[in-house]
């Protein structure tokens, strides 16, 4: 049992959840992820560790509402508790001084590679934050990010900022004008191919935070498996951070989305037992 | 099987004897002759049909009667030099419970088993008999048939579940050291039960939001019903036992954190993680599983009733399963269970090679699934979506034994050919947990990523760590685990007392 000390929609479909617990908050470190369950029917998801307050014993995630388990903690009111809080999870993010460091977010991920950049600037690097949105209302945490960033960017296809890029082509254009020495990519899997993609031919090592589905989360059940670099590794103990350049990213595309026919039928089924 | 057989100790040796000339033993023994005895035949587990029991997910073996396990008892002829007790890895006095069967006094039948273990309603259902008290029985050796300990062991713990006599012991006053219990298997909830009756005050931490590790992710609910397991960890949290789900010793805490917030001793027993896979082409497509992912989506988080439950699972209509274990017969049982019109085993070995118990093996033909023996799978196909659509498989024959002990298979060349699947759960075995052992750096790993123990006490490189179950052997049976955690239990015990006497 944990209690939920907030929760607050950030923008549309995504939301803010921070849970009481005072053990994931003393240990945890950039990159790495906790398990919960929104109640007993729930799947286990996993979600990336987007801040933490050890003092208080708070550990924050953002997330984005898409299945019926999404849905359930979309709708969870301070004070309620969640069955099954567990972590943190997963190899942290490897942070050092690099040099210059681009940290790419986007949707959930935005959040999630908040704690990446703050940690990356603590040691020494030049930060620069690129944050990927479709619209400017969808954009959250901008001040926190400039706190820590050295300069921050955003990629979005609305007039309002003045782009109309999806991350990849301000990726490129970043990386032609200076040498950036590593790259550190959160949110859903296209963004972050793209992302890999855009630095391969120059070669920059990207690390991709990989979000395959996962069961137990500890290493049992083999259900985040991807392959990287030809060998099969298991996201929530040999990751989640990888090299892109190096993941199959075919595989981790039809692995991820084989359940979309069952979440639909799933959120169908909850929404009107909840609903109606 | 041969490390279970080991002598008894002189201590149990005294305890087993002390019982044996017991007035009511003498007089029930001699009450009818031996050789009336073993004309009585061995009594038949009654099970459900297997037409009506490959569709859902209810218990397949019923349970004795009264009558039945009384009459099961009789046979029993109660020999002065009992052999069963010596298959047992966690040495239960059969005799005298047995004995106490045929009196009628089932509930002080399953006190006694209680005295050594904490969990028979699950050693009932789950263990090898038939390789461990039951093969050795002095009965098998004169007819050929045992006596079904198995069976009866299940019959009296259900009776008093059933009954509601559930019987809590007066544990031993408070030592007041503490032990954390890493992980609540069945290595760990026979740890806890053990060291919490000696007065130590024991806390289990648990990955997952269930206790019963494997009992509870692994095996089927139509092998080990869910409210059997419940009860038996309802029966340690009477004796005093704490349970912390839902912590991950290793990620959450270290044991070195444990030691600083006062912990005496440690047991590891953590588990088989990481599933092994063959690696050939194809294995990572949709629609393969790992048995322990397949089968932790259906029983830890049920997606047999899914949508009640979020999770869901392929409902494949063209199953293989890998292996010939415990482990394939119960996820291809499943897959069977969930709708699949075409179930079967692959398996690379014949079928006197399989490790699965024979019980097992028996109820999955009964069941209707069919079995591809001497053959294993080259590669995996997928259609447009990704998803496994067939295999490549290809004949093995036997050749010389292997370090096993069995003959190992060899490819019969050019006799590939192709089977049509739609989902495939690879059955073949799992390495231990990894998470224990690479955030403790002092402790000793072996080649398989093992906990490296001292195989008489269970002690571990580290002082006051003991391990037991998978997390040592790799991948073995409930029962093993339990034995690894009865002598790591009584070492506990008496290390704990040398360290009160460093105290005062």
């Known amino acids: 049992m944990a209690k939920i000390l907030r929760r607050e929609r950030l923008v549309p479909n995504v939301h803010l959840i921070e849970v009481e617990a005072p053990r994931v908050a003393k240990k945890c470190q950039p990159g790495q992820f906790v398990i919960l369950m929104p109640d007993e029917y729930g799947e286990r998801i996993p979600l990336t560790i987007a801040d933490w307050d050890p003092e208080k014993g708070s550990v924050t995630s953002v997330i984005l509402v898409v299945g019926t388990s999404t849905h359930k903690l979309s709708l969870l009111q301070e004070g309620e508790e969640v069955p099954v809080y567990v972590g943190p999870l997963g190899k942290p993010s490897e942070i050092k001084k690099f040099g210059t460091v681009l940290c790419v977010g986007g949707c959930f991920g935005i959040g999630a590679v908040y704690p990446v950049a703050r940690a990356l600037k603590e040691a020494g690097n030049k930060v620069i934050s690129l944050m990927d949105v479709k619209a400017n209302y969808l954009l959250y945490w901008e001040d926190k990010f400039r706190e820590v960033s050295d300069e921050f960017y955003v990629s979005a296809r609305d007039s309002y900022y003045n782009c109309k890029e999806f991350v990849p082509h301000t990726v490129k254009n970043l990386i032609k004008k200076r040498k950036i020495d590593r790259v550190f990519s959160i949110g859903c899997t296209y963004l972050i191919y793209t992302c890999a993609e855009a630095t391969r031919s120059k070669g920059i090592k990207t690390m991709v935070s990989l979000n395959p589905i996962m069961v137990d989360g500890t290493g049992m059940c083999g259900a985040c498996r991807v392959t990287v670099d030809g060998k099969t590794k298991f996201a929530c103990v040999d990751g989640p951070d990888f090299d892109g350049h190096l993941v199959d990213w075919q595989e981790l595309f039809s692995r991820r989305k084989f359940y979309f026919n069952d979440e639909i039928q799933s959120l169908n089924y909850w929404e009107k037992k909840e609903f109606s | ?504």
């Open chain 2, 1 to 504: 099987m041969s490390e279970n057989k080991k002598e008894l100790s002189p201590e149990l040796k005294e305890r087993l004897k002390a019982e044996y000339n017991q007035e009511w033993r003498q007089k029930l023994r001699t009450s009818l002759k031996a050789k009336e005895r073993m004309k009585i035949s061995r009594v038949q587990m009654p099970e459900r049909d297997s037409e009506e029991r490959n569709k859902d997910f209810e218990e397949v073996n019923l349970g004795l009667d009264e009558e039945m396990a009384r009459r099961e008892a009789r046979r029993c002829l109660d020999c002065a030099k009992p052999q069963c007790v010596k298959g047992c890895p966690v040495g239960i006095d059969i005799p005298t419970f047995i004995k106490l069967i045929e009196t009628g006094d089932f509930v002080k039948s399953v006190r006694k088993i209680k005295e050594t273990n904490t969990l028979p309603a699950i050693c009932g259902r789950v263990c090898p008999q038939e390789e461990q008290c039951e093969v050795v029985c002095n009965l098998n050796k004169a007819t050929g048939s045992p006596i079904a300990i198995g069976y009866l062991e299940r019959f009296v713990s259900d009776y008093e579940r059933e009954k509601g006599e559930i019987f809590v012991p007066q544990t031993s006053p408070s030592t007041g050291f503490k032990v954390a219990v890493i992980g609540a298997g069945p290595a760990g909830l026979t740890v806890a039960g053990e060291l919490v009756k000696k007065g130590h005050q024991v806390t289990v931490f648990e990955a997952l939001h269930h206790e019963g590790g494997v009992l509870v992710y692994g095996i089927p609910e139509f092998r080990l019903p869910k409210k059997t397991l419940e009860a038996e960890v309802d029966y340690l949290r009477k004796l005093g036992v704490e349970f912390k789900n839902n912590f991950v010793v290793g990620m959450t805490a270290t044991l070195d954190d444990f030691k600083k917030e006062g912990y005496d001793a440690f047991f590891v027993g953590s588990g088989a993680g990481l599933p092994r896979f063959m690696n050939i082409p194809g294995e990572n497509l949709v629609g393969i599983y790992s048995a322990n992912e397949y089968l932790t989506r259906v029983n830890l988080m049920r997606a047999y009733e899914f949508p009640k439950y979020d999770t869901p699972v392929i409902l494949g209509q063209r199953v293989a399963v890998i292996g010939g274990g415990n482990v394939a017969m119960d996820s291809v049982r499943t897959a069977q269970r969930l709708g699949a019109e075409w179930a079967g085993i692959v398996y690379r070995r014949s079928r006197k090679e399989m490790p699965a118990r024979e019980e097992e093996i028996h109820h999955a033909e009964e069941e209707g699934i069919e079995f591809h023996l001497l053959t294993n799978p080259l590669r995996y196909m997928k259609d447009e979506n990704g998803q496994v659509k067939s295999m490549e498989c290809i004949r093995m024959k036997l050749g010389e034994p292997d370090s096993s002990g069995r003959r190992r298979p060899v490819p019969i060349e050019g006799s590939e050919f192709t089977l049509k699947v739609d989902m495939v759960v690879v059955a073949i075995g799992q390495s231990p947990n990894p998470l224990i052992p690479s955030t403790t750096p002092e402790l000793e790993v072996g080649k398989w990523g093992n906990i490296e123990v001292d195989w008489n006490t269970m002690a571990a490189s580290m002082e006051g760590v003991y391990a037991g179950g998978d997390i040592i052997r790799g991948g073995a049976t409930v029962i093993l685990a339990m034995g690894d955690a009865r002598t790591a239990a009584s070492e506990i015990d008496k290390y704990l007392k040398t360290k009160k006497r460093k105290k005062t």
